[in-house]
């Protein structure tokens, strides 16, 4: 190969590495090969030094970063899977299968672990709903979420969908999936035994997909059709059947590894597998089952097809295997085999095409970043103005605030029968089976706020996504998140992606709360516009008793309504400020001593029993979240309040509950035993109004214009 070669995807310094490395040229296979294994999106090479830094270690961890997705301990036996991945830019080009394809490819992550997929979280972000572009990206995404979702058999119970004008041609979908699995049942990507054979089972191979590591990794072009070919094409229906012969084969054989074909394909899964083991492999490429038989070995080697996984097993495994898929319809074929010397060699029809050490290939150069300073508007007061009675209709209006059902009513939420409670307020609670212990997820992260600061809106990120999974009575035990940021080559996205990492590995150490993995996804831009900084927390609290969480029962007329936590001392990054054009100003840090002294009173069994339901505040503030009790459980609010200015009522405080209490009494007092403030604020009421006294003025709706304002029918 000539000197002076280029490389789609690596820099003529990663060029030189790979032949000093090598010790000689590669092939044309082999640089194709590595550009996918040494691409951003495969290699994380510019923020694996970062994400090092963060807290990994805790008592529920059973398989942290680096394993398919995180395993977290919920006792009895029984443990939790859950991770969650960006499809971004696949999304912006082909909208539903780009999302479609997201959430398969995340279900597959989960399968890798041993556990049944039970459920997805999707967090959302699009540009302007009244924009064309974005309002046919919107419908396109989430179409294909409830395709994927609907037709595999996996409720989608929750998420989060934020619009700003950076999304609008690279929106984000960030999907999660949790899954549970008994302790023993626990799986591992790393291959072993010299001999062992690699079994390729699922949908055929295709052309779907290929180059689509490398597409993620870099700006989004201005021609988008010319990216669609890149772009994976899913099968929900095979999906659903691949889950069951995998965890069929996983019960009744001895698997030694198992790894789903995603980011570069068979080339990806087998390095990774092998990598991770210490052991070298032979793949014969002739032996794949194609859906096209004029495929050429290096598409057949790097093809993104959908629905397929890698297993390892002992040769005389391979059988059983193959008649558990052929009773599911799956093809399934011995495409390889493990060798004892760390070395890929990649065959077609005998013909040895490739043949490097496995270490050139899964250890790609980290990256330098440059340096760079995010410009963060000072902390402080943005000033006031008088409360005015349209501000709190006008606040539900906003895209932002407004009724999310919409979306959630194409999503089936019940499949599986694992929901215990579904989207709306707050968390989603599951159960992993018929008297077993469950988990409590949410997704959050705020635009805005990381807009005005990517470290304070990282960390008040973790800080919301911890006060959802508390609002049902949940332990937070774990977490996983996806960074959304533009190019890391740039001063400023350098600057971002530090700062969120800083601003999550400082949260999750304050409030205990390990990082189990998750995803960076890098050059989302477009068209010289790049996203604001979206690091997107996913969170899992442990329930115990998951029929008896916070919110199974709906609250009835009749009950005290009391608020947990301290009122807000201005409007810095509120909604409010926003809205009415105040000085943009950041918050403070999140308030972590009084979200601790939270996480145990809200854990506390005799309060979860007084409990009918809680709720956070967080955007659009205290008032707007009252409107969101009223309109989610149809019951009027009679409140009094002695603070009604607009800090108090619209600004955004990170510690600060809601509570629609049974026994106020028990409430109250356990509150003050933890030194947590707790104000009676009035009672639910079946007349159908939203009324609220306070000293700077009176202030009264019907249920109905609330609804409207919502609903966005006003």
């Not at 029984?78 to 279900?107: D, F, R, Y």
């Not at 898929?325 to 760390?342: K, P």
């Not at 159960?431 to 470290?455: E, F």
Request: glycine residues 12%; negative net charge.
């Amino acid at each position: 190969m000539p000197s002076d070669v280029e490389v789609e995807g690596l820099t003529p310094a990663e060029v030189r590495e790979a032949r000093r490395r090598a010790g000689r040229d590669l092939t044309a296979l082999e640089w194709a090969i590595l550009a996918v294994q040494w691409s951003e999106h495969c290699a994380y090479k510019h923020s694996k030094a970062l994400l090092r830094t963060l807290p990994k270690e805790g008592a529920a961890v059973l398989a942290g970063p680096g394993a398919s997705a995180g395993v977290l301990d919920l006792g009895e036996g029984w443990a939790c899977a859950a991770k969650i991945e960006s499809h971004n830019h696949p999304s912006a080009v082909e909208p539903l299968q780009g999302a479609a394809t997201g959430l398969g490819g995340i279900m597959r992550d989960v399968l890798a672990m041993g556990a049944r997929p039970a459920a997805f979280l999707d967090a959302l972000r699009f540009g302007p709903p009244d924009d064309s572009r974005s309002a046919f990206l919107a419908r396109g995404i989430v179409a294909g979420v409830g395709h994927y979702g609907n037709c595999v058999g996996v409720p989608t119970v929750g998420g989060d969908v934020y619009y700003h004008p950076s999304y609008q041609r690279n929106p984000l979908v960030n999907a999660m999936c949790v899954g549970f699995l008994r302790h023993g049942e626990m799986r591992s990507a790393a291959a072993s035994g010299e001999g062992s054979v690699f079994l390729l089972l699922g949908a055929s191979t295709g052309r779907d997909g290929i180059g689509g590591a490398a597409f993620a990794s870099v700006e989004l072009q201005a021609d988008a059709a010319q990216d669609r070919p890149r772009v994976q094409v899913g099968d929900p229906f095979f999906g659903k059947l691949l889950i069951e012969a995998t965890l069929e084969i996983l019960r009744d054989l001895d698997v030694i590894a198992i790894q789903d074909l995603g980011a570069g394909g068979l080339a990806g899964a087998a390095i990774e597998m092998c990598a991770q083991g210490g052991v070298g492999a032979e793949i014969e490429l002739a032996d794949v089952v194609l859906r096209s038989q004029d495929l050429r070995p290096h598409e057949i080697l790097l093809s993104e097809s959908q629905e397929r996984m890698l297993l390892c097993l002992r040769p005389e495994d391979a059988q059983p295997a193959r008649e558990v898929a052929r009773r599911y319809g799956i093809e399934a074929a011995v495409v390889g085999l493990i060798t004892r010397r760390a070395t890929m060699r990649f065959l077609y029809k005998g013909e040895c095409l490739s043949e490097l050490p496995t270490a050139i290939y899964a250890d790609a150069p980290e990256a330098e970043l440059p340096e760079g300073h995010w410009p963060v508007e000072a902390a402080g007061d943005p000033g006031a103005c008088a409360v005015r009675r349209d501000d709190l209709p006008a606040l539900l209006h906003l895209p932002d605030l407004c009724d999310r059902m919409p979306i959630y009513a194409t999503f089936d939420q019940d499949v599986g029968l694992r929901t215990v409670v579904r989207p709306g307020l707050d968390a989603a609670v599951l159960r992993a089976a018929p008297g077993a212990p469950g988990v409590a997820v949410s997704t959050d992260q705020n635009p805005r706020l990381c807009q005005i600061s990517p470290r304070l809106g990282a960390e008040h990120a973790v800080a919301e996504s911890v006060r959802n999974v508390l609002a049902r009575g949940a332990r937070p035990i774990g977490l996983t998140n996806c960074l959304n940021l533009q190019s890391p080559e740039q001063p400023l996205g350098a600057a971002a992606l530090r700062a969120v990492v800083a601003g999550i590995g400082h949260a999750a150490r304050e409030l205990g709360i390990p990082v189990t993995g998750g995803n960076v996804s890098l050059y989302n831009e477009a068209d010289g516009v790049a996203i604001v900084p979206t690091p997107v927390i996913g969170m899992i609290g442990a329930v115990p008793d998951p029929e008896g969480a916070i919110g199974v029962l709906a609250p009835e007329a009749g009950l005290s309504l009391l608020l947990l936590g301290d009122f807000a001392e201005n409007l810095a990054g509120s909604v409010y400020a926003e809205f009415k054009g105040l000085r943009v100003a950041a918050p403070p840090p999140p308030d972590y001593a009084g979200l601790r002294r939270l996480g145990t009173f809200v854990t506390t069994a005799e309060v979860v029993e007084a409990l009918a339901l809680l709720h956070d505040v967080a955007d659009g503030g205290l008032l707007v979240a009252l409107a969101e009790i009223a309109l989610t459980t149809g019951l009027g609010l009679d409140l009094q309040l002695p603070q009604g200015d607009a800090a108090a009522l619209f600004g955004e405080p990170s510690a600060q509950f809601i509570a629609v209490a049974r026994d106020a009494d028990v409430v109250a007092s356990r509150a003050a035993a933890l030194g947590i403030a707790c104000l009676p604020i009035g009672r639910t009421t079946s007349d159908g109004q939203f009324a609220l006294r306070a000293p700077q003025g009176d202030l009264a709706y019907s249920l109905g214009e609330l609804q409207r304002a919502w609903r966005r029918e006003a």
